[in-house]
T-cell receptor, first 116, second 119 residues
Framework: SQTIHQWPATLVQPVGSPLSLECTVEGTSNPNLYWYRQAAGRGLQLLFYSIGIDQISSEVPQNLSASRPQDRQFILSSKKLLLSDSGFYLC???????????????FGQGTRLTVV | AQKVTQAQTEISVVEKEDVTLDCVYETRDTTYYLFWYKQPPSGELVFLIRRNSFDEQNEISGRYSWNFQKSTSSFNFTITASQVVDSAVYFCALSEANVSGAGSYQLTFGKGTKLSVIP
């Protein structure tokens, strides 16, 4: 069965510090990978998605970046955190399908980031 | 542009009551997919159901049921005989068909409905 791991679970970082959140998926190959952010009291916002190694698309311009160095590894980074980067970050994966069909995404347990 | 509206921000019910969570969506596509997710206090999102726009059959899974009505652009979720473990934030989401290639990209989420089931 497929599993998704995301760490750390919680993180408190000062403004201006770097960030690295990691996500790995097991039990599947060539998944689509996603980073979502959930700000307090708001819905989920897609930040990045990837359909393959080194293939990253950004949905929202910001000071965050994503990388996919391996098939099942997705990393969210920042060189300098802002207060507004605080939130709950969720990694997700979905099965790669061809054609105009969509499948559900499965989410990790999330990282609660507080920038102070 | 696609949009999902969950007008109910918070709902409280007493255990064993039935409760319906509303979801209204907007999309210009004729092919699209609708989802419900549950977010318990632990934070992770748990997938509950996916529905495509061609399948208007209602679905029942145990105490959960979903009513998809294209005529009103709604995809409502009913929990029968609610239990304390149902307490969570529930999200409705929409994804348009990706005609250019592979897989689901953007899920557009509603803002969620927080359900509290009181013992």
């Amino acid at each position: 069965s497929q599993t998704i791991h995301q760490w750390p679970a919680t993180l408190v970082q000062p403004v201006g510090s770097p960030l690295s959140l990691e996500c790995t998926v097991e039990g599947t190959s060539n998944p689509n990978l996603y980073w979502y952010r959930q700000a307090a009291g708001r819905g989920l916002q897609l930040l990045f998605y990837s359909i393959g190694i080194d293939q990253i698309s950004s949905e929202v311009p910001q000071n965050l970046s994503a990388s996919r160095p391996q098939d099942r590894q997705f990393i969210l980074s920042s060189k300098k955190l802002l207060l507004s980067d605080s939130g709950f970050y969720l990694c997700a994966w979905s099965v790669f399908v061809s054609g105009p069909r969509n499948t559900e995404a499965f989410f990790g347990q999330g990282t609660r980031l507080t920038v102070v | 542009a696609q949009k999902v509206t969950q007008a109910q921000t918070e709902i409280s019910v007493v255990e064993k009551e039935d409760v319906t969570l509303d979801c209204v969506y907007e999309t210009r596509d004729t092919t699209y997919y609708l989802f419900w997710y549950k977010q318990p206090p632990s934070g992770e999102l748990v997938f509950l159901i996916r529905r495509n726009s061609f399948d208007e059959q209602n679905e029942i899974s145990g105490r959960y049921s979903w009513n998809f009505q294209k005529s009103t652009s709604s995809f409502n979720f009913t929990i029968t005989a609610s239990q304390v473990v149902d307490s969570a934030v529930y999200f409705c989401a929409l994804s348009e068909a990706n005609v250019s290639g592979a897989g689901s990209y953007q899920l557009t989420f509603g803002k969620g409905t927080k359900l509290s089931v009181i013992p």
